[in-house]
């Protein structure tokens, strides 16, 4: 029943699923082994969870620790909107503190290169194409890139329907390059649906070539093999192309609000993990805007 709320109520990926379902297991398993395996889920208290926490702490970061406090605070509030239990004993237990890491993105030129590494007029080159483009103009989660179907596509627009976390819905624009790479892909698809055991009506947008809805693994594997035929010095991942979309936009002096409504974030505090412009960016924007700020240090005054 708790694998069902999590799927269809709380709209989570098959990924985060496992993960929430694999932490609640592993709470129990802690509580067999600590002799406390009388508890039910309906008779652990606050003491368990903390005896728990204090364990995990022993032997994990804190951004593991929060993240298996997370799947316990669902697990609870699943019970509690049941009736199994009256309150959730994890709203009494603070969360551990989690240094913010900055995403890991590329700078314009390496993003530019990378939607570019697919060569050749094959249906998976255009294919690869269309996606590294339409990720990088839109900032698209891989779930919800390989979620696209056919009718969510609106070329004339320039605009996709995607189903985000939680499944909200969003409409997310995209841009001359990612039209064109789509269009040519779309001229190409039908092809895929030739394989042997293809569905010739399946409708999804991205197909692998059994002419099946491409995967978020595979798209992940599409990804690090053109990061290294690109010349891109790190491994890259899909996310890598989201986090680079957002830093770009905010670079060029796109605001925050718009970027958090681009990406379908909740919160605007995790839209803000973004705002790591460069130093340089900083101080171009001070020296342009400010009255008193004066020439540059580094400028030469006999350019003048």
């Not at 297991?25 to 067999?32: D, I, K, R, S």
């Not at 039910?40 to 993240?67: I, K, P, Q, W």
């Not at 989201?242 to 958090?260: C, E, N, V, Y």
């Amino acid at each position: 029943m708790f694998e069902a709320y999590l799927r269809h109520e709380r709209g989570l990926s098959d990924h985060t699923l496992r993960a929430y379902l694999r932490d609640v297991q592993a709470f129990f398993a802690f509580l067999a082994s600590a002799e406390r395996e009388h508890r039910s889920a309906a008779e652990v208290d606050s003491a368990d969870l903390r005896a728990y926490l204090a364990h995990l702490f022993r032997r994990n970061r804190a951004v593991t620790v929060a993240r298996k406090q997370s799947s316990l605070k669902a697990f609870f509030r699943f019970l509690v909107k049941r009736g199994v239990r009256s309150e959730n004993p994890m709203q009494a237990i603070q969360s551990p503190k989690v240094e913010q890491r900055i995403p890991g993105f590329l700078g314009e030129r390496e993003a530019e290169k990378l939607v570019e590494a697919p060569q050749g007029q094959s249906v998976l080159s255009t294919r690869e194409r269309a996606m590294l483009e339409l990720l990088y103009a839109s900032g698209l989660r891989v779930s919800e890139l390989v979620g696209i179907e056919l009718n969510h596509l609106d070329l004339a627009q320039h605009l996709v329907r995607v189903l985000g976390k939680g499944g909200k819905e969003r409409i997310v624009p995209f841009g001359q390059a990612a039209h064109d790479a789509l269009l040519a892909y779309l001229r190409e698809r039908r092809t895929l649906l030739r394989a042997k055991g293809a569905d010739p009506h399946e409708c999804a947008l991205f197909l692998n070539h059994r002419g099946r809805r491409l995967t978020a693994r595979s798209v992940g594997r599409i990804l690090a093999r053109l990061g290294l035929e690109s010349g891109v010095m790190r491994r890259v991942h899909p996310h890598m192309l989201r986090h680079s979309f957002a830093t770009h936009m905010l670079d060029r002096g796109a605001d925050i609000r718009s970027i958090q409504e681009l990406l379908g974030h909740a919160s605007l505090s995790t839209t803000q993990r973004y705002t790591h412009l460069s130093i340089e960016t900083l101080l171009e924007v001070y020296h342009n805007a400010h009255p008193r700020a004066g020439a540059r240090p580094d400028d030469d005054p006999s350019d003048h």
